[in-house]
């Protein structure tokens, strides 16, 4: 049976990254693992020069 986890207290979670920062969001999709879910401003950083590398080294290949 399905019980979802209420999450009390956010300081007590690491971000992906290890930060050691407050965590700003949590991703629910279900496919993540659990050390994956948790993300701090330093991650949302991190992801966005992830996601904007990604789409030169994409636009780089199709060129
Ligand atoms: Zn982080």
Redesign the pocket.
């Known amino acids: 049976m399905f019980s979802p986890q209420i999450i009390e207290n956010l300081d007590n979670y690491q971000?992906?990254?290890?930060?050691n920062?407050p965590i700003r969001s949590v991703c629910i999709e279900p496919h993540y693992p659990s050390n994956k879910r948790f993300?701090?401003?330093?991650?949302f950083k991190?992801i966005t020069i992830e996601v904007l590398q990604a789409k030169q080294n994409k636009q780089l290949k199709m060129s």
């Open positions: 971000c992906c990254y290890n930060h920062k993300y701090c401003e330093e991650c991190a």
